[in-house]
C-alpha cells in the first residue's frame, strides 16, 4: 500500500527532527541541511502525496522515469527535481530539459555531452561530481579511494569548469551497499576531505554542497558535513519494484 499523505508528513518530520538532532551535537546549524526526497520507482500517486505533505524536493534516478513524473506535476510551483543516477549518454537530453540539479556528474564525457546540449538550450544546470571514494570497481565516480591519487583528479575538473553551462557545486558520493555504518562514515569523511582538497586548489571554485546519506545512514552523513541528504524509503515508504 502506497503511503498517505498524513504518514509521508510524519516521516518527513521525523527525518527532520533528527537532521535536527544531529546536526545541533555536533555544532552544525539544521538549515544548512537539505533533504531531497528519492522518488525513484514509487508512483505518480506517492508523489503527489509528498507534494501535499510539502515536500518540494525531489531526486530521481531514471530520466524516462522522471520526466513523466516531471510532467504530471509540472503546474504545481517551486519543485525541484534532482538527477542523482548514473547518467547514460542518450538519455542526457532527458536531464537538459527537465532537471535542476545532477548530482551524478561522473566523467568527462558526460559533462562535454551535457555542455553542448545546455547551450544549445540557453540553460544552466547545477551540478555536483560524483566520487567513489569506497574503492568499489563496479561503481560509478571518478576512482577516489587513494588519496595520492587525488591530484591526478584536478586537470578533469579544471576542464569542466571551464564549461560555462554547468556550475558545479559541489562533491556527491554513495557508499557501497555492502558498507557498514561505520565504513559509510569513513567513505563520508574522505569525501569531505577531498572536497577541502580540491577547494584549496581550485580556489575559483565554490564546492559547498556535500550530497552524501540515505534512509540508512544520514546522520552519520551530516556528522560528517553533509549539505544534501537524499532520503527515500525512510519518507516515501518501500519501493514498488514490481514495475521495473
Ligand atoms: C535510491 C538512492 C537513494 C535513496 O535511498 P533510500 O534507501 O531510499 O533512502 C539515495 N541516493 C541514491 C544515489 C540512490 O540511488
Not at 47 to 67: D, L, M, Q, T, W
Not at 78 to 106: C, P, T
Not at 181 to 200: H, I
Request: hydrophobic share 40%.
Amino acid at each position: 500500500m502506497p503511503l498517505s499523505v498524513e504518514e509521508i508528513r510524519i516521516n518527513y518530520l521525523r527525518v527532520q527532527e533528527e537532521i535536527q538532532r544531529t546536526a545541533l551535537k555536533c555544532g552544525r546549524k539544521p538549515e544548512e541541511i537539505r533533504v531531497v526526497v528519492v522518488s525513484k520507482s514509487q508512483p505518480l500517486e506517492v508523489i503527489e502525496a509528498a507534494i501535499k505533505a510539502g515536500i518540494r524536493s525531489f531526486g530521481e534516478n531514471y530520466p524516462e522515469e522522471a520526466v513523466d513524473k516531471i510532467n504530471a506535476f509540472r503546474q504545481i510551483e517551486s519543485i525541484e527535481w534532482h538527477m542523482i543516477g548514473h547518467l547514460q549518454s542518450r538519455k542526457a537530453k532527458l536531464v537538459a530539459d527537465y532537471f535542476n540539479w545532477m548530482h551524478s556528474l561522473d566523467s568527462l564525457r558526460i559533462a562535454e555531452k551535457m555542455e553542448g546540449l545546455l547551450a544549445e538550450r540557453n540553460k544552466h544546470l547545477k551540478v555536483l561530481l560524483e566520487f567513489n571514494v569506497g574503492g568499489e570497481v563496479s561503481k560509478f565516480g571518478w576512482p577516489a579511494s587513494d588519496q595520492n591519487h587525488w591530484a591526478e583528479l584536478i586537470p578533469e575538473i579544471e576542464q569542466i569548469q571551464r564549461y560555462p553551462h554547468l556550475q558545479i557545486c559541489g562533491l556527491m558520493t554513495m557508499p557501497p551497499l555492502t558498507a557498514t555504518l561505520q565504513e559509510a562514515q569513513g567513505y563520508f569523511r574522505k569525501l569531505r576531505k577531498l572536497r577541502d582538497f580540491l577547494q584549496e586548489r581550485l580556489p575559483s571554485l565554490n564546492l559547498h554542497e556535500l550530497s552524501m546519506g540515505t534512509s540508512a545512514d544520514y546522520p552519520a552523513a551530516i556528522i560528517e558535513g553533509a549539505t544534501m541528504v537524499r532520503i527515500g524509503q525512510a519518507i516515501l515508504g518501500p519501493r514498488d519494484y514490481s514495475k521495473g
